[in-house]
């Protein structure tokens, strides 16, 4: 059974940085695509970045450059390192994850049977 647990959010400041972290308390299987998602109030939840299970990273255009997708199979964790922080970015961040090989940043939210609770980021200018 995979569980999902988001950490690392928090306040920072306009070009700040944060890690965040999701780990798989309860899978192990390397044929996980894993994505990272953000919801702002009001708005939609978006894809941010994804892992396929060869570890190809894409992510949307308004972080590239700035922020990366990483996992780490021994300890089943999947992190997103965020640099150069700015307002925008500010949302509720998800991790998720879904049993196939093949996954870009494009997917849907309906492509992940398996969610988070998610984590806050909040920048301020």
């Known amino acids: 059974q995979v569980q999902l647990v988001e950490s690392g959010g928090g306040s920072v400041q306009s070009g700040g940085s944060l890690r965040l972290s999701c780990v798989d308390t309860g899978y192990n299987d390397r044929l996980y695509c894993m994505g990272w998602f953000r919801q702002a109030p009001g708005k939609d939840r978006e894809g941010v970045a994804a892992l396929d299970a060869d570890n190809r990273a894409t992510y949307a255009d308004s972080v590239k450059g700035r922020f990366t997708i990483s996992r780490d199979h021994a300890t089943n964790t999947l992190y997103l390192q965020m640099n150069g922080l700015k307002p925008e970015d500010t949302a509720t961040y998800f991790c998720?994850?879904?049993?196939?090989?093949?996954?870009?940043?494009?997917?849907?939210?309906?492509?992940?049977?398996?969610w988070g609770h998610g984590t806050q980021v909040t920048v301020s200018s």
């Open positions: 998720a994850a879904e049993r196939r090989r093949s996954c870009r940043v494009a997917d849907g939210t309906e492509e992940y049977s398996h």
